[in-house]
């Protein structure tokens, strides 16, 4: 068992719909949680970080961690045609200047106007 | 704009030559920069872990005579890899943290393609 596994998709979705993206973890060591939104070629950008469970807002985006379930989603919501990305999960089990980050394998997301 | 700078972003070379890839962090001091290696369609797989003026970290199953990482100083690491052959094409990122390791920066990429 890979220790992120994540739906690589792809999700195809209107534009304005909610979005919904999910990863499972096995290890659970992890406390630290984030996603990343990756354009076609390029470095990845982060989008959320949470430690721990619970939820996280930020604008369209809310970040999800049920460390119980090791469970972990990001929500869209009001989609756009720009939000069209790869959406990776990554996590640590530690923070400070030297943690590793494990990534999922990334959903590839389109936003038809 | 971005405060972590690979370069080059896009290189092509012959089979049996070497390929130096540049990470900068631009506006911040990096203790602690990460190389990965992307597939088409795959994950980010971390390569080794790269402490300023300290030998780098290799993962599991990375050949650190054939990657060879040098982070001489706190804004600058570089990726060598030595006698590439195509199935090392591949995209390669850097991604660098502050002193506080509260933020991990992600350079743009390289596209290394061997021919």
């Known amino acids: 068992q890979k220790e992120v596994e994540q739906d690589p998709g792809p999700l195809s979705v209107p534009e304005g719909a909610i979005v919904s993206l999910n990863c499972t973890y096995s290890?659970?060591?992890?406390?630290?949680f984030m996603w990343y939104r990756q354009y076609s070629r390029k470095g990845p950008e982060l989008l959320m970080y949470?430690?721990?469970?619970g939820n996280k807002e930020d604008g369209r985006f809310t970040a999800q961690v049920d460390k119980s379930s090791k469970y972990i989603s990001l929500f869209i919501r009001d989609s756009q045609p720009s939000d069209s990305a790869t959406y990776l999960c990554a996590m640590s089990d530690s923070g400070g200047s030297n943690y590793k980050l494990t990534f999922g394998k990334g959903t590839l997301l389109t936003v038809n106007p | 704009g971005a405060v972590v700078s690979q370069h080059p972003s896009r290189v092509i070379c012959k089979s049996g030559t070497s390929v130096k890839i540049e990470c900068r962090s631009l506006?911040?001091?990096?203790?602690?920069m990460f190389w990965y290696r992307q597939f088409p369609k795959q994950s980010l797989m971390l390569m080794a872990t790269s402490n300023e003026g300290s030998k780098a970290t290799y993962e599991q199953g990375v050949e650190k005579d054939k990657f060879l990482i040098n982070h001489a100083s706190l804004t600058l690491s570089t990726l060598t890899v030595t006698s590439a052959h195509p199935e090392d094409s591949s995209f390669y990122i850097c991604?660098?943290?502050?002193?506080?390791?509260?933020?991990?920066?992600f350079g743009e990429g390289s596209w290394l393609t061997v021919v």
């Open positions: 506006d911040f001091q990096a203790t602690t």
């Open positions: 991604s660098a943290t502050n002193r506080a390791g509260n933020t991990i920066y």
């Open positions: 290890n659970s060591a992890f406390q630290y």
């Open positions: 949470t430690y721990s469970s």
